[in-house]
């Protein structure tokens, strides 16, 4: 039709230059939502919590029961470390890791972080329904208090990511594509700042 506007498909597939690290809440989404990005992008998905409980050979309930957070927190440290080593891939991160400094510091010189940010209710909304056993948060009498304790102290810690996405109660897909086009604008002006330096 005469004067219609040409659409053109802007999605087209890029190859990511480095691992995606997707950080945030528990109950905020990263494992499905990496795992959707990752099919997206071809390249694999890994869990970082999967990882830590194949390398331990137990649960993270049982680690955290065993050993405490401090050394749940070294275990997740090694495990990431050494997924950043591998294949350029998707990584889901457990809530609390990029609040470790030296975690923090691998995943921002090492790759790309996105932060899945979902609000108080959307996330004890889902997490009333999960069956994931969460050891901060399974013995808390007010799970929500301790949610919204948890959200004011590590918020402005998810802030220093690279990319920041919303997401809420709705449908995936459209998560997954926000998070795809924030990427690719990123690498865009990731790579024009590099040959400005050229
Ligand atoms: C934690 C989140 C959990 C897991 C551990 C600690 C946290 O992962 O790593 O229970 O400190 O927020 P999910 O964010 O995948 O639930």
Not at 10 to 19: E, G, K, L, V, Y
Not at 90 to 111: C, P, Q
Not at 149 to 154: H, K, M, P, V
């Amino acid at each position: 039709m005469l004067g219609s506007p040409v659409t053109m498909k802007t999605d087209s597939f890029f190859a990511p230059p480095r691992t995606i690290v997707l950080i945030g809440m528990m109950g905020a989404g990263k494992t499905s939502i990496g795992r959707r990005l990752a099919a997206r992008l071809g390249v694999p998905f890994v869990d970082a919590d999967a990882e830590i409980e194949e390398a331990a050979g137990s649960s993270i309930a049982d680690i955290f029961e065993r050993h405490g957070e401090e050394a749940f927190r070294d275990g997740e440290r090694r495990v990431i470390s050494r997924l950043l080593d591998g294949p350029i891939n998707v990584m889901a991160t457990g809530g609390g890791a990029f609040l470790d400094k030296n975690t923090r510091g691998l995943i921002m010189s090492r790759a790309i972080s996105v932060w899945l940010r979902a609000s108080l209710d959307t996330l004890a909304m889902r997490l009333e329904r999960s069956r994931t056993p969460r050891p901060l948060l399974d013995k808390e009498a007010d799970m929500r208090g301790a949610l919204s304790r948890l959200i004011d102290e590590r918020y402005p810690i998810y802030e220093e990511s690279h990319i920041v996405v919303d997401t809420g109660d709705g449908p995936q897909e459209p998560v997954v594509d926000s998070v795809y086009n924030s990427l690719q604008s990123f690498i865009n002006e990731e790579n024009i700042r590099k040959n400005e330096q050229s």
